[in-house]
Every structure is written in C-alpha cells, then in structure tokens.
C-alpha cells in the first residue's frame, strides 16, 4: 500500500552505497506517543529489539520521563521528539502505537480538560496523521470504558457503566470519544484500526509518586510505612505485568482484527488482600490503614480474555506474587532502599 511519501521501505533503484550502512538497515517505521512515559517505554525497548523497525517516540513529559528512554537516545534507529499531541504533527510512519495520555487518577485528574483534550483531540490529529500516510493505528483504550461495571467479568461486547459527568469522566468518557473516533475514520477513510482495552498494569519504572494502588504500596512498604487501603478495601482489580502487556499490545497491532480487545491479566485480587501480598512478600511489619476514597471507584474488575486468547493466541504469564518482587527491586534502587 502507497504512503504517497518516499519510505525507506522502497529500495533504491540501483545499488546504493548507503544501502548496507547503519542507517538504512530499519525498513517499518513506527511512532510511539506516549513513548517516555511507563508502558510505552517498555514497548519501545521491545520494538527496539527488531533491527527491522525505527522507532519515533514523541512525548511532551508530563507523566512521562527521557530517564525511561536513556539507553536509547543516540541510537541511529531512534528518535525522540518533544510534543504535544494536542497539536499536528506532520510525519512519515507506517505504523503508530497511539499511548499518550496520563492513566493514574491523581494526573488525569489534576487537568481534566487537558486530559479529554488529549483522548480527543490527540487521537484526532494521530487518526488524521494516520490517514495522510496510510499508518496502521493501534489507541491504548482502557478497562474504565465499562465504568463501574454491572457485568462481571468484563467482554468486549459490555457497553459499561459510565457516569459522564463524573470526576473520572474525563479519563473514561474521553477514551470512550477516542474508540468512537477510531471506529469513524476506520468507516468512513478504511482506516486499519486496533484498540486495545487495557486493565491495570503494573511494574518497573512507573512513577513512584504515580497514585496508582501497586506503585503506592510497594513505595509504602519500602519505606516502613502503612499501607493505604481505600474504603472499602473489597473492591477488585486484576494486575497484568508489563512484559505481558507490552506482548499483548504487538500481538494485536500485528494480528489482523481490529479489537476492541481486553489485554490483562484475569486474576482478581481485593485491595486488601493486595495490601496483604505486598506485606508478606516486602515487609511483615508494617501495617495496613484503611483511608477515605474518592468518588465513581468500581468497585470491581476483571477482564474476560476469551477473544485474546482465541484471536491473538495472548494470555498473561507473570503472576502477581513474581511480578511483585521485580517491580520491588526496581523501586528498590531508585528509592535507595536496599533490601536488609
Ligand atoms: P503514563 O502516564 O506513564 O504514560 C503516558 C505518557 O503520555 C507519558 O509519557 C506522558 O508524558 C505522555 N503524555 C500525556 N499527555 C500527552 C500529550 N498531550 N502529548 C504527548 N504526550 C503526552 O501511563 P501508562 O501507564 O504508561 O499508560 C499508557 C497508556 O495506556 C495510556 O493511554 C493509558 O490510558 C493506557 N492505559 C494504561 C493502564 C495502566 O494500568 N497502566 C490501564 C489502562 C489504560
Ligand atoms: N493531522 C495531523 N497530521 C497529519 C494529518 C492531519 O496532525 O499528518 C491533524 C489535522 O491537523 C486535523 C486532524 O489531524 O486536525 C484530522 O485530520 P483530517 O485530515 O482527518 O481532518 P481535517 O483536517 O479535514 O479536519
Ligand atoms: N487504592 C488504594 N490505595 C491507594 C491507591 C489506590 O486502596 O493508595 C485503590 C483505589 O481505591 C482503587 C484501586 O486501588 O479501588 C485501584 O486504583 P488505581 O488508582 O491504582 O487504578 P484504577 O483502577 O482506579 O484506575
């Protein structure tokens, strides 16, 4: 299929002698937005792995970090631009991961109009970029599209429940506005689309002030301190591991159906047996407090993965007990807390 751009992708007519150099060994360039922040800086090592791809990370640092990217700047295959998807951006690529957006509550809440600005009009501009090059297009969608789900687990055909003026809705309403704009372009521009609803991830490099329940408790049982259950401690989510994740997210933008596809990992844990994991396997002495909440919290979650499995061959394979203490050791180190 024509990008109507010259690709590195078309050989040169006669033998070139930049052909066998460093540079011109890559022949699928691929954007990742949202590339420094945690999951996309995991899928770019991965994407880095293949000689065959030249990766473009454009970012504009609000959640994200270059430390997530360092072993990559300077690499000939890689680039990293500072960006805000909120406004065009006029490259070539063939294919995009489309990631930017804040995911932990406390960020996507500190701008609520910046967040839906970036579902909307982020994934406007990357499905128009899409269709100016004729890119593959993968959005990161979410498991807060089914709200606080009534049905349980959660299928792909759930249409959710979804509180549209809430204090999350700009997070889950804005992800909803960003499939529908998927949808609309794949209709009517025959776009090729893939939405991948992802359920709560962990591991290395997520921020240690990030909000999120893992990333609290293992920073709070690293320095001695309570854990912080919110009330009322029943409520369920399922934690995939980032390298499932990650594997999961290629599979889908390799693979030949357009999703919505849930990726995550189907063990359902309460907050507080959770709490008590991260005891047992970090610090048995501390304790576990139970603290206010805030409003619209599910109060369960669990993804059906039946269509992963059966379209993607994908199931998760780190369990939460091996995947705990990686993401200890990573939190470890740059918390300067060795283990006694
Ligand atoms: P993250 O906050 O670590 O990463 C998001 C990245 O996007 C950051 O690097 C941030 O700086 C960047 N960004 C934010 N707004 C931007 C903008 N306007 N322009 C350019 N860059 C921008 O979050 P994450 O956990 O890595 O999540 C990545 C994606 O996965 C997000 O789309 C999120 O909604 C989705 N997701 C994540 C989870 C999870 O559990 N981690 C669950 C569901 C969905
Ligand atoms: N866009 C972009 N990069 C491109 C092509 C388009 O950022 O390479 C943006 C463009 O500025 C517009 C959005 O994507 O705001 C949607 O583009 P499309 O061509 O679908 O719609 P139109 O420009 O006709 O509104
Ligand atoms: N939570 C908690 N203690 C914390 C942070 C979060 O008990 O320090 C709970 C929160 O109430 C929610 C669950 O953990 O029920 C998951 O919250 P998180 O912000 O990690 O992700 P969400 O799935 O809500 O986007």
């Not at 979410?142 to 809430?166: A, L």
């Not at 301190?225 to 889908?252: A, H, M, N, W």
Request: aromatic content about 8%.
């Amino acid at each position: 299929k024509s990008n109507g751009h010259v690709s590195i992708k078309t050989p040169p007519p006669s033998p070139s002698p930049f052909r066998n150099s460093k540079f011109f060994t890559a022949n699928l360039r691929i954007l990742v937005t949202g590339g420094a922040g945690f999951i996309g800086s995991h899928l770019v090592d991965r994407l880095m792995e293949n000689e065959k791809n030249e990766v473009i990370v454009v970012d504009n640092y609000f959640t994200g970090s270059k430390n997530n990217l360092m072993k990559w700047i300077g690499h000939p295959r890689f680039e990293l631009i500072r960006h805000d998807v909120t406004e065009p951006l006029l490259i070539e690529v063939d294919q995009i991961y489309h990631l930017a957006c804040p995911a932990s509550p406390i960020f996507y809440k500190y701008n609520p109009v910046k967040t839906i600005k970036t579902n909307v009009i982020g994934t406007l501009n990357m499905l128009g970029l899409a269709k100016r090059v004729g890119a593959r297009i993968l959005l990161t969608s979410t498991s807060e599209v089914y709200g606080d789900p009534i049905q349980h687990p959660q299928t792909e055909e759930y249409w959710g429940n979804v509180n549209p003026i809430g204090v999350r809705s700009c997070y889950d309403e804005g992800k909803r506005v960003a499939e529908t704009l998927m949808f609309d372009y794949h209709r009517q521009h025959g776009i090729e689309i893939r939405i991948a609803r992802i359920f709560n991830t962990y591991g290395p490099r997520m921020n240690i002030d990030d909000g999120r329940v893992v990333s609290n408790f293992i920073a709070q049982a690293i320095r001695g301190e309570s854990l912080t259950v919110q009330e009322p401690g029943t409520q369920t989510r399922s934690f995939c591991y980032v390298s499932d994740q990650v594997d999961g997210l290629i599979k889908l933008m390799e693979g030949e159906n357009t999703g919505p596809i849930n990726i995550g990992n189907p063990d359902e844990f309460t907050m507080l047996e959770l709490a008590e994991n991260v005891k047992e396997l970090i610090n048995p002495d501390i304790q576990v407090k139970k603290v206010g909440n805030t409003p619209d919290d599910p109060s369960q979650r669990k993804p059906d993965i039946t269509l992963a499995k059966k379209v993607l061959g994908w199931s998760p394979k780190v369990t939460l007990r091996d995947g705990l203490p990686l993401m200890e050791e990573d939190f470890r180190k740059r918390l300067g807390v060795l283990k006694n």
